[in-house]
């Protein structure tokens, strides 16, 4: 295992292609967790109109504009997912060329790519776990993070800003910090520590701007923040 998975890398480092295969296979992944939380999103959506003070009638054609947007929201997904593929693999590389580790773009992406399967699985299952509890349990946006260290604490005890950065501490968001890792030490032939601390300031990153956009969305609303 250990042989192929350093085979695969080494692969990486030799050549410059796209990685079309592990492309697609992530896009697909994140249109199926966007299919899957449709009524998740109609929820929230719904409560965070409530707590809005604007008018009945105004409200329900909101509503009914989110309605239809809903399949909007599908194809965008598509879009929105590969430019989120391109702009995180750029951040990786730049990085890695801060650290002045000697890799390529699309090297940088595989890399990505690679770990980026576990991240969207843990959104997968979370998604699978808020459907399962039931919609009725939701009572703000906060309420659909089931998988990681937030589960230990809530919103009013240490804040939106802290909530959501625990709720990205989950099994498989540290194996997706060990598997970058795994990559850039083989591609990048660099140190276990050096790799190490690329994973992590790309997983920081990634979970502030995680943090970032739930905050603002929740200064728009009445939301505890």
Not at 12 to 31: D, G, H, Q, R, Y
Not at 155 to 174: F, H, K, P, R
Not at 193 to 219: D, E, G, H, Q, R
């Amino acid at each position: 295992m250990k042989s192929k998975m350093i085979d695969f890398y080494t692969k990486i480092a030799e050549t410059n292609k796209f990685p079309s295969a592990l492309f697609f296979c992530l896009i697909l992944l994140m249109v199926f967790n966007v299919i899957l939380s449709l009524p998740i999103t109609q929820r929230i959506s719904e409560i965070m109109f409530s707590s809005m003070n604007v008018p009945e009638e105004q409200m329900n054609m909101m509503m009914g504009i989110m309605q239809k947007m809903k399949y909007v929201s599908i194809v965008s997904a598509l879009f929105t997912g590969a430019v989120y593929i391109f702009v995180v693999s750029l951040i990786l590389y730049l990085l890695c060329k801060l650290f002045r580790t000697k890799i390529t773009y699309w090297g940088a992406m595989t890399v990505f790519l690679v770990g980026a399967l576990f991240h969207t699985l843990n959104d997968i299952i979370n998604t699978g776990i808020t459907l399962f509890k039931g919609l009725e349990q939701i009572s703000s946006p906060y309420d659909v993070y089931h998988t990681g260290l937030n589960v230990l604490t809530s919103v009013e005890q240490i804040g939106v800003a802290g909530y959501i950065l625990l709720s990205n501490i989950t099994v498989l968001g540290v194996l997706f910090v060990i598997i970058i890792a795994i990559g850039l030490k083989f591609v990048c032939n660099i140190s276990k520590f050096k790799a190490s601390i690329i994973a992590i300031i790309l997983w920081l990153l990634l979970a502030s701007f995680t943090v970032a956009s739930v905050s603002l969305s929740s200064m728009a609303s009445n939301l505890p923040r």
